[in-house]
C-alpha cells in the first residue's frame, strides 16, 4: 500500500487541533504546518505525534505550498484544523490507497454549525479543492486567501463518496472573527489583481453575496443557522471591498496644528 502523509495547516488552534490530529492517527505521517502560533497549538501537535513545521504567513497559497513541500510521503491528505476525518472516510481513502486511480480526489464535507447538520447554503458536499492526491500534482497560486489552484495530472479527478466533517466556526464570535479576517485578507488579494473598491459597490456586491447564498444555495431551508452563515458572508463580502475602498482612498485626519 501507498503511504500517507498528511498536512494539518493552523494558528493559534489550540481548542481544535487535537481532534483535528486524533482523526488521522491512522496515516504514516502527520505534519502540522504552524505559522507560529501563540498559543498550544504547536506543543499539543507535538505530544500527539505530529511533525511541527513552523512558516511564516505569507498567504495561504504558499503556505499549502511549503506544507506539502514538508511531506515526505508519495500520497497527501490535506486537513484544516477544524475539519475530522471520519471513519468511513478513513476506509476510503485506504482502499484508494491500494489501488488509485486518480492522482487527485475531491472529498466532500459535511458542515456543522449551531447545533445541527448544515444541507444547503452550498456547504454541502462542499468540494472546495483536491484534499487527496500525490505530491507534485496540486500547486497553489500565491494568494492572500481562498487560494486558486492548478491540478497536474493527464489523469480526470476522482471523488470520494464518504465525507469528512467540518466545524467551520465553533460559536457565532467565530462568524465575525472570520468574516474580519478573511476581508482583509480579500482586500490584499482584489488589490493585488488591480480591482477597485468602492462603497457602493461594496453593498451591492454584499447584497448579491446574501441573496446567492441564501436563496440561490437554499441556505433558507437550514433555518437560523443558514441566515447567520448567509449574513456573515454578506459581512465578509462588504467589508473586503469596502477595506479595498480604504486602502485606495488612503484618507488621512484633518490637521492638528499645536494650539499656543
Known amino acids: 500500500m501507498n503511504k500517507l502523509s498528511v498536512y494539518i495547516i493552523a494558528y493559534n ?4 487541533i487535537e481532534a483535528a490530529i486524533n482523526s488521522v492517527l491512522w496515516a ?3 505534519i502540522l504546518a504552524d505559522s507560529h502560533s501563540q498559543d498550544e497549538t504547536a506543543a499539543i501537535a507535538e505530544r500527539l505525534g505530529a511533525r511541527v513545521v513552523q512558516i511564516p504567513f505569507q498567504g495561504f497559497g504558499e503556505l499549502r505550498n511549503q506544507a506539502m513541500a514538508a511531506c515526505t510521503h508519495e500520497w ?3 486537513l484544516d484544523s477544524d475539519e475530522r476525518c471520519t471513519p468511513e472516510a478513513k476506509q476510503e481513502i485506504l482502499s484508494i490507497l491500494e489501488n488509485p486511480q ?3 480526489y475531491y472529498v466532500p464535507r459535511k458542515n456543522f454549525f449551531m447545533g445541527q447538520w448544515i444541507k444547503h447554503s452550498g456547504f454541502y458536499p462542499d468540494y472546495r479543492q483536491p484534499q487527496l492526491f500525490t505530491k507534485g500534482t496540486l500547486h ?3 494568494d492572500p486567501v481562498h487560494e ?3 491540478i497536474q495530472s493527464d489523469k480526470p479527478v476522482g471523488y470520494l463518496r464518504n465525507a469528512i466533517w467540518q466545524i467551520p466556526y465553533k460559536n457565532l464570535e467565530e462568524v465575525v472573527h472570520k ?3 478573511y476581508s482583509t485578507l480579500g482586500a490584499e488579494k482584489l488589490a493585488q489583481r488591480g480591482k477597485t473598491g468602492g462603497m457602493f459597490k461594496a453593498f451591492g456586491r454584499g447584497l448579491w453575496s446574501f441573496f446567492h447564498m441564501y436563496f440561490l444555495k437554499k441556505g433558507i431551508l437550514d433555518g437560523w443557522p443558514g441566515f447567520i452563515i ?3 458572508n454578506f459581512e465578509g463580502t462588504f467589508y473586503k471591498y469596502a477595506k479595498l475602498h480604504e486602502r485606495q482612498a488612503a484618507w488621512q485626519p484633518p490637521p492638528s496644528p499645536p494650539l499656543r
Open 230 to 232: 448567509a449574513l456573515g
Open 28 to 30: 504514516d505521517e502527520i
Open 102 to 104: 486518480a492522482d487527485a
Open 76 to 78: 497527501i491528505f490535506s
Open 13 to 16: 488552534e489550540a481548542d481544535k
Open 179 to 181: 468574516a474580519n479576517k
Open 140 to 142: 497553489f497560486k500565491n
Open 148 to 150: 486558486e489552484y492548478t
